[in-house]
């Protein structure tokens, strides 16, 4: 596919949010651009002028749709990139770029704390189906990943901040390590979103988005994206994972994401500015054990950080309680505005348990093994969510 149209490069991200990807209908002059819901298109009378190879041709809505091609003209303009796949989730976009880069026998590098189908593809999957040799690193820790790259490793995947504990790494230096060894950067950008966020500008060669979090923003729509300015390995992707795998986004949904999207950047302000003063409290708050949020000083990579993220520092604040997995439940259960349920980045605030069971859990830094919570923060008035909060912990004691 040719390099994504931007005709609003140089705004800010908040009038590309508005602009890029949609235009006035051609047929009827309305100032929304349809939802197509066709699976198919009709073909020309002369077969011969079709080109089948195109990943621009609209014939069947798994090569692609043209919702999915507007939300990608703008999710490549969020990040200023040249190019942009969006696909029906981002465990998909995960998938779609592994599977497209990796082969037996390659080496990938991933790190100790990861998202959970992360952790399961590399952990399990790739290593033991397909001969991929993969690596568990501490990806904060330069000097391991240094040890354990070797020439011709082929890629070095990264997610920063990490989920779910909030771990920062330094993407510019990574990139670097990696690229004299002649391996391939990802990262999964989900935490930071390109409001904070964009390792394409610190040298990543691929980033990948979860846009059923921050960018849709409204817990009502599931997407992925990869984003590049590789066109070539672009085009492979949606060949080899896209049109032969069928990870496709219904046009539904990216029309959806399409319409969250436009708020993205006035939400991600607002999202920065409660988390940071929601963190400054808990770090106050008695019974809570640690705060890890990557605006707060004490947060061991807070300078990185600030080197690196833009605007702030996501949604998304870990912390503990000092109590065991049942009180906690109980704690996640008293909220009255915070909801009690998985996935991040929504309009409502959202509160998650990890508990000291999963499987993971020692793989996280010593601190996070009790009662570790993660907390997503939304768009509720902050003093109502921090008056939640407290009256949720002192209801069990905390
Ligand atoms: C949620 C999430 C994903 C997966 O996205 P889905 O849209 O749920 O498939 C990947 N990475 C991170 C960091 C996430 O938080």
Known sequence: MAKKENKYKGYDITTQAIHTGTD????????RRPLHMANSY????????????????LMYSRNGNPNQHWLEEKVAALHDADDAIVLGS?????????WTLLKSGDRVIYPNVSYMAVYRMFHELFNRKFGVETIMVDMTDLDAVKQVITPGTRLVHIETPDNPTNGVTDIEAIAKIAHENGALVSVDNTFASPFNQKPLELGADFVVESL??????????????????????????????????????????????????????????????????????????????FVSYPGLPSNPGHEL????????????????????????????????VVTFAVSLGHDESLIFPQ????????????????????????????????????????????
């Open 24 to 31: 006035y209908d051609e047929g009827t002059g309305a100032v």
């Open 90 to 98: 981002g465990v998909a976009a995960l998938h779609a770029l592994f």
């Open 42 to 57: 009709k073909l020309p009378d002369d077969l011969s002028q079709v080109n089948y190879s195109s990943t621009d041709l």
């Open 212 to 289: 059923t979090k921050f960018i849709n923003g409204h817990g009502d729509a599931q997407g992925g994206a990869i984003i590049s300015n590789d066109l070539e390995a672009m085009d492979r992707i949606r060949y080899e994972a896209q049109v032969n795998v069928g990870s496709v986004i219904s046009p539904f949904n990216a029309w959806q994401i399409f319409r969250g999207s436009v708020t993205f950047p006035l939400r991600m302000q607002r999202i920065n500015e409660s988390s940071q003063k929601i963190a400054e409290w808990l770090e106050q708050r008695e019974n809570v054990t």
């Open 355 to 398: 508990p000291s069971y999963d499987e993971r859990i020692n793989l996280y830094p010593e601190k996070f093994r009790k009662g570790f919570i993660r907390f997503s923060v939304g768009l509720e008035d902050p003093d109502d969510i921090i008056a939640d909060l407290d009256q949720a912990l002192k209801s069990v004691g905390l």
């Open 305 to 336: 950080a600030k080197r690196q993220m833009k605007n702030g520092y996501g949604g998304v604040i870990s912390f503990g309680v000092n109590t065991d997995d049942k009180t906690v439940e109980r704690f996640c259960a008293a909220l009255k």
